[in-house]
């Protein structure tokens, strides 16, 4: 298989200085448990609820840099984001139409979106435009962070603030886009139990390199 670089971007309020945080074991989890070849790499930023929309955009060309740094380097590129980080994930998938300096080498095979706090039409579009080949969903209908998002958002949304809440609706969006959407939702799951310590970290970093290997094969 080729060599394959996951990249993981936190949501908000996430501390970049903790040394425990999920994305760093995300890292260490790929560096010692997966083949040869394949590496770990983590974005990591702060911002609060209400901020996180001021930088969005730059932390959006910061990772599109590190992806290209990888592809230029002869690896594929997988993403994976918490929350927020789903919502730059999408960001980064269009910079290629619009940012010539990144488009040449912003080259994304699959996105891993957990919990995501984003909006469908993003990465519908980005379907469409033949932006991605592959994005898995772990979200669940009883998120309820996201279902704040969702009832809160016709209330702040035209103030720029409020999130998106793709992560109640994987099974929805999956019957969609068959072809390219993979739903492993699970409703018994909250916005961030998926990351906490010990077996649901263990069983959700096994699902990801057991669908990005059956990806490798597929596409």
Partial sequence: MKRTCYIAING???NPGAADGWTDRFVTWVNTRLMDGVVGEKFEYYTSALLRMWRQGLRARQIAKMVGYYTRAGYRVVLVGHSNGCDLIARVLHLGKTE????KDLRIDAVH???PAADEESF???IREGLIERIHIYGSRNDGALRLAQATRPLIGWMGLGYGSLGLRGREFAGSFPAVVRDHSDDGQGHSTWLRRGL????LMLEIARYDAEDQKTL
């Fill in 12 to 14: 908000i309020r996430t």
């Fill in 100 to 103: 010539v300096e990144l488009a």
């Fill in 113 to 115: 979106l957990i919990s």
């Fill in 124 to 126: 519908a579009a980005a």
């Fill in 200 to 203: 649901s970290f263990e069983g």
